[in-house]
């Protein structure tokens, strides 16, 4: 193990700063992309809850790898000219958005209708109501959720191995090959991976306890 | 219950610390009994082929079997050592999952378009080599990149496979270049189309496979390197290494070798088999 | 559109069902086996005998904390090394059984810490043991409240089934790709017929969750 973390060293730091970067650039804009279509969802307007429920199921119910395939593959063919990192990002960002999107729905749905009612009635719009009064308490319960979703996103990053994005587990799959010793590559990235996943999940656990 | 819950708590933990115990656990306790008694006593011999690999090993979905010159190999090769009624096993490998397979013993040997190099001679036993093929390059029809000269420059990104030699060739013709490693030919070729890189580069019997199925590709340049292409072993199996030998040198004989080598890269345009007829 | 009609020729679809039947049949035997581990693992979590439940929790928190594809290589690369030689179905069924275990104990734990400790000093008041009343009247209802988590995690052990390619486990994604990889005129209809046959089987136990939830409720 110790030959694999010194000689490759330069590989896995680049691996763990791409993981990293997939990881928070996803995180970002799945937190707005997954709020936004929670907010659909509880909308009065009924074809923009059915464009929710659309969105949310769709992308809920096909595998992550399929999705950053899709990307990969279909995207630069028709659209435009984008590489594996990009690729598996965007794929990462709407598979989480999807999982983030149930999560603060079910957030906002617990808090008290009447909140919404009273904000209304001291005259706050539908929207400023729900900026300034339900989404910062439903948020407040979602916390922890969210906390497990970058969790999840953290390991879900690696199909980014499958498109050539230079993560963590591409690197892996590179070193394995290059040293042919697998076993202990890969146990050397399973520790990297731990290193931010293990101290994120206690730090969740934490959180969760006191906020209970 | 309690000691029931317990009890059973107890096995499942083992199960699990089973998984990280690997990385300690030593590398002698790999299965070091004879293939070739084992090969005898089953009338089997597992071999790790390609299924992604047009000519070599290329999975045929209708009726779900690997087809190839390599597959083709294997099975002469398995009835020149198990007599006529000996049977082939294929185990579907990729460049990058071929070496740990063999050396765990989940395969006897792997005939999967893998070159021959120094690195890999540390690790496995190779046979004598039964194809001689060079590393090329694939790009797209009337594409600026004739040579691998022009792909060492930076920003040009070229594709290859993971654990390929292909790949770590490129990085010494080319190092200015960018290689995306992609898990195996189909998802290579997939990338090609997609644009991900402007050229894929492997060995041109690989290449040549690829042209055929993708009219509006070419393969250019020549090729750069020598890759003979040899059948894997595990260390300590010297037994079955030299029945290997002896077989390959006996379907060289007899002409089964070139049969199967026209029968597959007989209208290949750009390859030349009487020239690699044995 | 003559692409959709080749694409979806019977041989075609035959093969991706042979790889679609690979992936329920690895997903169903994990399923029902890292509901049972899972559930063990998490009620050891929870009991606190000395040692057993902080190794386990140990373990647990070490394996939910790694990517998936790890386990599948250490599954199927590292078993080797103990002497034992799995095979590809074995290797992935075991993987995924060793990651949703890990990841559903979770999930039972705090089913229990949120079930009432009322409950529990009812049940042992009525003269009921700590393991009766655990067994009968706690752990039931910890599921019950936890129906829809656990849903939802089995359906991405199903999503999941799919990193398997990577090893050659011939499910529904590899045999996409394998069609696809000799003819790319096929790759969009291959795509949208893959994310299709996941959809349904993922919605349908989706729904079914749904279902399952009110009613018991």
Redesign the interface.
């Given at each position: 193990?110790w030959y694999i973390l010194t000689h490759y060293w330069s590989e896995l730091i680049q691996g763990l700063g791409y993981t990293l970067l997939s990881s928070v650039i996803a995180l970002f804009f799945s937190t707005i992309i997954g709020t936004m279509f929670a907010i659909f969802e509880v909308l009065p307007n009924r074809a923009m809850r059915i464009i929710g429920r659309i969105y949310i199921?769709?992308f809920?119910?096909?595998?992550?790898?399929?999705i950053a395939?899709?990307f990969?593959?279909?995207?630069?063919?028709y659209v435009a000219?984008i590489?594996?990192f990009t690729a598996g990002t965007i794929g990462l960002t709407i598979y989480t958005s999807s999982f983030i999107a149930e999560t603060v729905r079910a957030g906002i749905q617990s808090v008290d209708k009447g909140q919404m009612e009273g904000a209304r009635s001291n005259g706050l719009t539908y929207w400023q109501a729900m900026r300034y009064i339900v989404l910062p308490q439903a948020f407040k319960i979602v916390i922890p959720p969210l906390g497990n979703q970058f969790?999840n996103l953290v390991?879900?990053s690696?199909?980014l191995?499958?498109v050539?994005g230079f993560d963590l587990?591409?690197q892996?799959?590179?070193i394995?090959?290059?040293s042919?010793d697998?076993?202990?590559s890969?146990?050397v990235?399973?520790v990297f991976?731990?290193i931010i996943?293990?101290p994120l999940?206690?730090y969740m656990r934490h959180l969760e306890k006191r906020l209970a | 219950m309690k000691k029931v819950t317990r009890y059973l708590g107890v096995i499942g933990m083992l199960g699990l610390l089973t998984v990280f115990l690997?990385?300690c656990g030593s590398r002698k306790s790999l299965s070091q009994q004879d293939v070739l008694t084992n090969d005898r006593a089953s009338n089997t011999i597992t071999w790790g082929v390609k299924a992604d690999t047009k000519l070599f090993g290329l999975m045929d979905v209708k009726d779900n079997t690997i087809k190839g010159f390599d597959a083709d190999i294997a099975t002469a090769i398995t009835k020149k050592i198990l007599g006529k009624n000996g049977k082939a096993k294929f185990v579907q490998v990729t460049?990058?999952t071929r070496?740990?397979l063999l050396k765990n013993g989940n395969i006897d040997a792997i005939i999967a378009t893998m070159t021959i190099t120094p690195?890999?001679e540390?690790?496995v036993d190779f046979s004598s080599s039964y194809f001689d093929a060079g590393q090329s390059l694939l790009v797209k029809k009337g594409s600026s990149i004739k040579s691998v000269k022009d792909l060492n420059q930076a920003g040009t990104?070229v594709i290859g496979v993971?654990?390929a030699n292909s790949v770590?060739n490129i990085k010494k013709f080319a190092p200015k270049a960018k290689v995306?490693?992609?898990?195996d030919y189909a998802?290579a070729m997939?990338?090609l189309?997609?644009?991900?890189g402007v050229a894929l580069t492997t060995d041109n019997g690989i290449l040549y496979g690829m042209a055929s199925q993708n009219p509006g590709y070419e393969v250019v340049g020549g090729t750069f390197t020598k890759e003979p292409y040899g059948i894997a072993i595990n260390k300590g199996q010297d037994p079955f290494k030299k029945e290997v030998n002896q077989a390959l040198k006996e379907i060289e004989a007899d002409g089964t070798y070139n049969r199967i080598l026209k029968k597959w890269f007989g209208n290949v345009a750009g390859f030349d088999y009487k020239e690699a007829s044995r | 559109m003559q692409n959709f009609i080749d694409a979806y020729s019977w041989v075609n679809i035959r093969f991706l069902l042979d790889g679609l039947w690979v992936t329920v049949e690895v997903s169903l035997i994990s399923i029902i086996a890292s509901f049972i581990i899972g559930s063990i693992l998490g009620v050891l979590r929870y009991v606190k005998i000395k040692y057993l439940s902080a190794i386990v929790g140990f373990v647990v928190?070490?394996v939910?904390?790694?990517?998936?594809?790890?386990i599948i290589?250490?599954t199927y690369?590292?078993l080797p090394?103990l002497g034992f030689k799995p095979g590809i179905l074995f290797a992935a069924m075991l993987a995924m059984t060793i990651f949703e275990s890990a990841m559903l104990a979770e999930i039972v734990r705090s089913g229990i810490l949120a079930v009432d400790y009322g409950q529990m000093e009812g049940a042992r008041a009525n003269g009921m043991t700590y393991v009766q009343a655990l067994w009968h009247i706690v752990f039931p209802q910890a599921i019950k409240k936890t129906i829809p988590t656990i849903v939802s995690q089995f359906?991405s052990l199903i999503?999941?089934t799919?990193?398997a390619?990577?090893i050659v486990l011939p499910e529904l994604?590899n045999h996409a790709q394998i069609i696809y990889g000799q003819n790319s005129a096929f790759?969009?209809p291959m795509?949208l017929m893959?994310?299709f046959m996941?959809?349904v089987i993922?919605?349908a136990l989706?729904v079914l969750s749904r279902i399952l939830d009110k009613k018991l409720a």
């Amino acid at each position: 193990m110790w030959y694999i973390l010194t000689h490759y060293w330069s590989e896995l730091i680049q691996g763990l700063g791409y993981t990293l970067l997939s990881s928070v650039i996803a995180l970002f804009f799945s937190t707005i992309i997954g709020t936004m279509f929670a907010i659909f969802e509880v909308l009065p307007n009924r074809a923009m809850r059915i464009i929710g429920r659309i969105y949310i199921e769709l992308f809920r119910n096909i595998p992550l790898l399929v999705i950053a395939m899709f990307f990969y593959v279909i995207i630069p063919m028709y659209v435009a000219k984008i590489d594996g990192f990009t690729a598996g990002t965007i794929g990462l960002t709407i598979y989480t958005s999807s999982f983030i999107a149930e999560t603060v729905r079910a957030g906002i749905q617990s808090v008290d209708k009447g909140q919404m009612e009273g904000a209304r009635s001291n005259g706050l719009t539908y929207w400023q109501a729900m900026r300034y009064i339900v989404l910062p308490q439903a948020f407040k319960i979602v916390i922890p959720p969210l906390g497990n979703q970058f969790i999840n996103l953290v390991k879900n990053s690696s199909v980014l191995a499958f498109v050539a994005g230079f993560d963590l587990m591409y690197q892996g799959n590179s070193i394995a090959s290059l040293s042919l010793d697998t076993i202990n590559s890969y146990m050397v990235v399973g520790v990297f991976y731990l290193i931010i996943t293990l101290p994120l999940s206690y730090y969740m656990r934490h959180l969760e306890k006191r906020l209970a | 219950m309690k000691k029931v819950t317990r009890y059973l708590g107890v096995i499942g933990m083992l199960g699990l610390l089973t998984v990280f115990l690997t990385a300690c656990g030593s590398r002698k306790s790999l299965s070091q009994q004879d293939v070739l008694t084992n090969d005898r006593a089953s009338n089997t011999i597992t071999w790790g082929v390609k299924a992604d690999t047009k000519l070599f090993g290329l999975m045929d979905v209708k009726d779900n079997t690997i087809k190839g010159f390599d597959a083709d190999i294997a099975t002469a090769i398995t009835k020149k050592i198990l007599g006529k009624n000996g049977k082939a096993k294929f185990v579907q490998v990729t460049s990058q999952t071929r070496i740990p397979l063999l050396k765990n013993g989940n395969i006897d040997a792997i005939i999967a378009t893998m070159t021959i190099t120094p690195e890999r001679e540390k690790q496995v036993d190779f046979s004598s080599s039964y194809f001689d093929a060079g590393q090329s390059l694939l790009v797209k029809k009337g594409s600026s990149i004739k040579s691998v000269k022009d792909l060492n420059q930076a920003g040009t990104k070229v594709i290859g496979v993971t654990g390929a030699n292909s790949v770590a060739n490129i990085k010494k013709f080319a190092p200015k270049a960018k290689v995306l490693e992609l898990s195996d030919y189909a998802q290579a070729m997939t990338a090609l189309k997609s644009g991900q890189g402007v050229a894929l580069t492997t060995d041109n019997g690989i290449l040549y496979g690829m042209a055929s199925q993708n009219p509006g590709y070419e393969v250019v340049g020549g090729t750069f390197t020598k890759e003979p292409y040899g059948i894997a072993i595990n260390k300590g199996q010297d037994p079955f290494k030299k029945e290997v030998n002896q077989a390959l040198k006996e379907i060289e004989a007899d002409g089964t070798y070139n049969r199967i080598l026209k029968k597959w890269f007989g209208n290949v345009a750009g390859f030349d088999y009487k020239e690699a007829s044995r | 559109m003559q692409n959709f009609i080749d694409a979806y020729s019977w041989v075609n679809i035959r093969f991706l069902l042979d790889g679609l039947w690979v992936t329920v049949e690895v997903s169903l035997i994990s399923i029902i086996a890292s509901f049972i581990i899972g559930s063990i693992l998490g009620v050891l979590r929870y009991v606190k005998i000395k040692y057993l439940s902080a190794i386990v929790g140990f373990v647990v928190d070490i394996v939910r904390n790694l990517p998936l594809i790890l386990i599948i290589f250490f599954t199927y690369f590292g078993l080797p090394h103990l002497g034992f030689k799995p095979g590809i179905l074995f290797a992935a069924m075991l993987a995924m059984t060793i990651f949703e275990s890990a990841m559903l104990a979770e999930i039972v734990r705090s089913g229990i810490l949120a079930v009432d400790y009322g409950q529990m000093e009812g049940a042992r008041a009525n003269g009921m043991t700590y393991v009766q009343a655990l067994w009968h009247i706690v752990f039931p209802q910890a599921i019950k409240k936890t129906i829809p988590t656990i849903v939802s995690q089995f359906i991405s052990l199903i999503k999941d089934t799919s990193l398997a390619t990577i090893i050659v486990l011939p499910e529904l994604l590899n045999h996409a790709q394998i069609i696809y990889g000799q003819n790319s005129a096929f790759i969009i209809p291959m795509f949208l017929m893959v994310a299709f046959m996941y959809f349904v089987i993922c919605y349908a136990l989706s729904v079914l969750s749904r279902i399952l939830d009110k009613k018991l409720a």
